[in-house]
T-cell receptor, first 113, second 116 residues
Framework: QKEVEQNSGPLSVPEGAIASLNCTYS??????FFWYRQYSGKSPELIMS????GDKEDGRFTAQLNKASQYVSLLIRDSQPSDSATYLC?????????????FGQGTELSVKP | SAVISQKPSRDICQRGTSLTIQCQVD?????MFWYRQQPGQSLTLIAT?????????ESGFVIDKFPISRPNLTFSTLTVSNMSPEDSSIYLC?????????????FGPGTRLTVT
């Protein structure tokens, strides 16, 4: 079992729709969770961090964390073509005290005009 | 967040040679990380670079192949030694930003390496 798993996609949504990106992780003791956006040819850009169960909203982005289910998601409301990118889920596992990030494979999102 | 720069941004190298990648941060940071992103893949941590101590390497990565320096709190280098085509990847440095209970990690622009 991979430590962090994401659907590779591609996920295609029409402009204005809600895009839902999902991520599961294997280390039950993990405490820190992140979503990065990576445009083609660019480095990852941090868009959301979440540390406690529930929802965290920032503009059009909402991160949802459920530690009991070992599940974290990212919702993008009113999706725009500029949101088309690969979204990487990253986790700091409990066993790691040095802040190392474990990344999922990423989900490619395509927003169609 | 910190501003991170990397040099070179890209390079094409011949097999058997070595390339040193530089990472510069505009503020002092305790921990710096080096990641590799192979074509079409996600990011994999190579090592953690701490100032004043030897780098900590992840499984599958060794110091002889990827020597790292961390001379001060704003700078680090990663050398890719005796390169082969399998080393063709994007190499990224990152820094952590801790504030209270929160912890975030930011990435530099990356170095795109092609080995022929």
């Amino acid at each position: 079992q991979k430590e962090v798993e994401q659907n590779s996609g591609p996920l295609s949504v029409p402009e204005g729709a809600i895009a839902s990106l999902n991520c599961t992780y294997s280390d039950r003791g993990s405490q820190s969770f992140f979503w990065y956006r990576q445009y083609s040819g660019k480095s990852p850009e941090l868009i959301m961090s979440i540390y406690s169960n529930g929802d965290k909203e920032d503009g059009r982005f909402t991160a949802q964390l459920n530690k009991a289910s070992q599940y974290v998601s990212l919702l993008i409301r009113d999706s725009q073509p500029s949101d088309s990118a690969t979204y990487l889920c990253a986790v700091v596992p409990f066993y790691n005290q040095g802040g190392k990030l474990i990344f999922g494979q990423g989900t490619e999102l395509s927003v169609k005009p | 967040s910190a501003v991170i720069s990397q040099k070179p941004s890209r390079d094409i190298c011949q097999r058997g040679t070595s390339l040193t990648i530089q990472c510069q941060v505009d503020s002092q940071v305790t921990m710096m990380f080096w990641y590799r992103q192979q074509p079409g893949q996600s990011l994999t941590l190579i090592a953690t670079a701490n100032q004043g101590s030897e780098a900590t390497y992840e499984s599958g990565f060794v110091i002889d192949k990827f020597p790292i320096s961390r001379p001060n709190l704003t700078f680090s280098t990663l050398t890719v030694s005796n390169m082969s085509p399998e080393d063709s990847s994007i190499y990224l440095c990152s820094v952590e930003d801790r504030e209270g209970a929160s912890y975030e990690q930011y990435f530099g622009p990356g170095t795109r390496l092609t080995v022929t």
